[in-house]
C-alpha cells in the first residue's frame, strides 16, 4: 500500500480535492501543530508511523474485510507479536510506543489490545512495589500476556454485584478464587478466550468471615509451557459479536482455584497473613483502573468521529450528483446545505472531544500524581466527569459515524469506504466498560451531590463550581447569539438549571414519603438529561477556551472559533425546549441561533477539507477507498470489488452443485 504524509501531494489527486486544498483558508500544518502538541511532536509522530509503515513485515494484501474470523486472529497475533518485538529491536521511547502500535495494527485490531489497554495499565496502578518488581516488566516485556477479567455472564457495569469470590484462608496464605454460580462466569473480557495466560480478576474478597467487595487478584490462566488452562480453570471464546472479531473476547469459570496471598493487587487495600482486613483511602480506588480506561474512550470517541468526517467530507467533495439548477454540471455533494448540515457538526463535535479528551488526560496525570501522595480529593470530580463524558462522547460518536455512512449513500454502507466499521467500534464502546446510561447515573449522582454541598455554601472543585452560581433564569431579552461568551453562558445555565431541578425534584419524593431509592428511579430520566446538560457544557467551555488560549495563527483561530461557534449553535437547536422551557431564550433567540449556524455552515465549507486533512490520517489509518488523500474513489472502489474471494472464479462450485440442476429441471418442465 502506497502510504501519503499530506505534507506531500501524490501525483493524480482528484482535481476537486486539489481545487479544496489551494482554496483553504489557513495553513494546515499550523493546525496539525496545535492538535498535537506543536511542530517538533508532529514530526516525531510521523517518523515513528513510518518505521511500522515502512515495515514489510505489517504488509498484508489480504483485506480484513475478506478474511474469517480464525484468520483475522492468526494474522492479528502475528501483528501483535511484531510489534512487540520491533518496539524492543528499534528501542521505542515510552512517549512513542502508543503511537507505533497504533500504527503498526492499523490493519485489524490485534487479539490483545487489552494486555496493553488494561492489564499492564491496572498492575502499574494498583499493585505494590514488590509487586510490580514481579509483575510489571514481565507484562510490559509480553513475558506474559494478561486480560482485564471484570465483567460476568450476570453483572456488568454493577461492579458490586458481581459474583466471583476470593476467600483467603490463613492456613495457607492462598486466596481461593471461585465461580459459584453459572452467572459469575467472567464473560466478554478482550484475549480472555484464546490468548491471555493470565488476569487481573475483579472478586468480591471474603476474609474472616467478612465480604470487603470487590478487589483485583492476579490469576494465572493457563500453562507458561503448552498453554493449557490451569487446573481448576475453565477457558473459552464466547462467539463472533457485532464487531472486533480478531479479539477473542472470552469466558472463564474457576473452581475453587489457589493464589498465593500476595497475588492480591494491594497497593491501596490489603490482606494481612493472619486474615485482617486493611482499607483503602477511598473506596473509588479500586475502580481507577476504569476512570483511566474511560479517559482514554473520550479520545477513541474523539478519534471515531476524526475519521468518519475525513472520509465523508472528502469524499463528499469528490461525489458530484444531481443539479442545483438546470443544466449546469453537477454539483459536489458538499455544496449542498443538507450534507453540511450532516456533516460539519460532526466534524465540529470531532475537534470539540479531542479537545476535551486532551483536558481529561491531563487532570487524570495530575489527579494519580496527587494520589501518589496520599491526596485522594480531586479523585471524586475526575471519576465523576469520565463517567459522563464516556457516555456522552461515545454516543455521539456512535450516532456520527452512522450519519457519516449514510451522508456518503449507497457507497458508504460498503466495507470498502471504512465507514462500517467506525459506526461498529461506536456503538460497540457505548456498552464496553460501562454501559451509557449506568455511566450518565454515575455522573449525575455526582452532581447532585455537588449540588446539595453547594446549597449549604461548600466550595466546588472547578468542574461543578458553576453549580454554586445557580440563578433563576433573568427576564428574557434578545440576546447575541453569535458569540462565545453568550453562547457559554447558555449552556452553563441550561446545566445549572437542570441538576437543580433533578435535585430538587428528588427531594420532593423523599418529602412525599419515597425511600432515598425509590426517588432515585422516579427521577432518573431527569437525571440523566442533567447530567448529559452538564457534559455538553463542560465542551463546549472547554472548546471555548482552547480557542481563546491556544497559541495559535489568527487564521487557525479564526476557523476554530467558527467550529467552536457551529458547535454551540448546534447544540442549543438539538436541545432548543431545554433553553426555552424556563425562559432563558426566547423563540427569537432561537430564530437567530438557526440563522447564524446557516452562516457558520457556509463559513466553514471552503476550510472542510483542510480541517480533516489536519487531523493528519495516513490512507493506512483511515483503511477507507472513499476517504483516501488522492481522491481516486471510483478507480480504487471498483479494484476493491474485484479483490473479493467470490470473484476467483468466473462461476461458483455452488452453481453446479444446487443452481444448475434446479434450473435444468425447469426448463425440462417447458
Not at 480464525?70 to 518485538?85: H, I, P, R
Not at 478464587?177 to 466478554?188: A, E, G
Not at 475526575?382 to 449514510?406: E, I, P, Q, W, Y
Not at 472559533?561 to 426555552?580: K, R
Request: net charge neutral.
Amino acid at each position: 500500500m502506497t502510504i501519503y504524509y499530506i505534507t506531500k501531494m501524490p501525483a493524480q489527486v482528484n482535481p476537486d480535492l486539489a481545487k479544496e486544498r489551494e482554496n483553504a483558508s489557513f495553513g494546515v500544518q499550523k493546525l496539525t501543530n496545535i492538535l498535537y502538541g506543536g511542530a517538533e511532536k508532529v514530526r516525531r509522530r510521523r517518523y515513528i508511523e513510518s518505521l511500522a509503515f515502512n515495515d514489510p513485515a505489517y504488509s498484508h494484501d489480504e483485506d480484513p474485510n475478506f478474511l474469517s474470523r480464525d484468520e483475522l486472529y492468526s494474522f492479528g497475533l502475528k501483528d501483535a507479536v511484531t510489534t512487540a518485538q520491533r518496539i524492543k529491536e528499534l528501542n521505542i521511547a515510552e512517549e512513542d510506543v502508543d503511537t507505533y502500535r497504533i500504527a503498526a495494527l492499523s490493519w485489524a485490531e490485534p487479539g490483545i489490545a487489552l494486555h496493553w489497554i488494561a492489564f499492564t495499565p491496572t498492575i502499574f496502578q494498583q499493585a505494590t512495589d514488590e509487586q510490580k518488581e514481579k509483575w510489571l516488566k514481565p507484562a510490559q516485556e509480553l513475558s506474559i500476556i494478561g486480560a482485564y477479567a471484570q465483567t460476568e455472564l450476570g453483572h456488568g457495569t454493577f461492579v458490586r454485584g458481581l459474583e466471583t469470590t476470593s476467600t483467603y484462608d490463613p492456613a495457607t496464605q492462598e486466596f481461593v478464587i471461585n465461580s459459584p454460580t453459572l452467572t459469575s462466569t467472567k464473560w466478554w473480557p478482550g484475549a480472555l478466550g484464546k490468548t491471555a495466560n493470565h488476569a487481573t480478576v475483579m472478586a468480591q474478597l471474603y476474609t474472616q468471615g467478612k465480604c470487603y467487595g470487590p478487589h483485583n487478584f492476579l490469576v494465572q490462566l493457563r500453562s507458561l509451557e503448552d498453554h493449557q488452562p490451569c487446573p481448576g480453570v475453565t477457558l473459552g471464546d464466547i462467539g463472533p459479536k457485532f464487531g472486533g472479531n480478531a479479539n477473542t473476547n472470552g469466558f472463564a469459570r474457576f473452581d475453587h482455584v489457589r493464589i498465593p496471598r500476595e497475588n492480591m493487587l494491594m497497593k491501596f487495600a490489603r490482606v494481612e497473613p493472619d486474615g485482617s482486613y486493611i482499607q483503602p483511602a477511598s473506596s473509588k480506588l479500586a475502580y481507577s483502573s476504569m476512570v483511566n480506561i474511560r479517559v482514554g474512550m473520550v479520545r477513541d470517541a474523539a478519534n471515531i468521529l476524526r475519521k468518519a468526517t475525513t472520509i465523508a467530507i472528502r469524499y463528499s467533495c469528490v461525489r458530484r450528483q444531481s443539479e442545483m439548477k438546470p443544466g449546469e454540471p453537477e454539483p459536489q455533494i458538499l455544496d449542498y446545505q443538507t450534507q453540511q448540515y450532516k456533516l460539519f457538526p460532526q466534524l465540529a463535535a470531532a475537534y470539540a472531544f479531542w479537545f476535551a479528551a486532551r483536558f481529561m488526560k491531563d487532570q487524570y496525570l495530575s489527579i494519580t500524581g496527587s494520589i501518589e501522595k496520599g491526596d485522594m480529593s480531586g479523585l471524586a470530580e475526575l471519576h465523576g466527569l469520565s463517567s459522563g463524558m464516556k457516555s456522552f462522547t461515545t454516543a455521539v460518536a456512535s450516532n456520527g459515524a452512522d450519519v457519516c455512512r449514510m451522508a456518503c449513500g449507497g457507497h458508504g454502507y460498503s466495507h470498502a469506504s471504512g465507514l462500517p466499521a467506525l459506526f461498529i467500534h461506536g456503538n460497540g464502546i457505548c456498552t464496553a466498560e460501562g454501559e451509557n446510561t449506568v455511566m450518565m447515573l454515575q455522573t449525575a449522582r455526582y452532581l447532585v451531590k455537588c449540588f446539595v454541598q453547594s446549597q449549604t455554601g461548600k466550595k466546588l472543585p472547578g468542574t461543578v463550581a458553576y453549580l454554586s452560581a445557580v440563578q433563576p433564569s433573568p427576564v428574557a431579552s434578545t440576546k447575541d447569539m453569535s458569540t462565545l461568551d453568550t453562547l457559554v453562558a447558555a449552556f452553563q445555565h441550561r446545566a445549572a438549571r437542570m441538576v437543580g431541578h433533578a435535585a430538587k425534584q428528588m427531594q420532593r419524593e423523599m418529602q412525599n414519603g419515597k425511600a432515598r431509592e425509590d426517588a432515585w428511579n422516579s427521577c432518573s430520566v431527569l437525571l440523566i438529561k442533567a447530567a448529559e446538560a452538564h457534559c455538553h457544557f463542560f465542551v463546549v467551555r472547554n472548546f471555548v477556551d482552547t480557542v481563546r488560549t491556544s497559541d495559535v495563527d489568527e487564521s487557525v483561530r479564526a476557523v476554530l472559533t467558527s467550529l467552536c461557534q457551529l458547535y454551540a449553535l448546534h447544540g442549543i437547536t438539538e436541545h432548543a425546549g431545554d433553553f426555552l422551557q424556563d425562559g432563558y431564550l426566547t423563540g427569537r433567540d432561537i430564530d437567530a441561533v438557526n440563522s447564524h449556524l446557516c452562516t457558520m455552515l457556509s463559513r466553514v465549507r471552503p476550510d472542510a477539507v483542510a480541517l480533516v486533512d489536519a487531523f493528519d490520517f495516513r490512507d493506512n489509518v483511515l483503511r477507507s477507498v472513499l476517504g483516501r488523500y488522492d481522491g481516486r474513489v471510483y478507480e480504487h472502489l471498483y479494484e476493491w470489488a474485484k479483490k473479493s474471494p467470490l470473484n476467483k472464479s468466473e462461476v461458483h462450485d455452488s452453481y453446479y452443485k444446487y443452481l444448475q440442476p434446479f434450473l435444468k429441471s425447469n426448463r425440462a418442465k417447458l
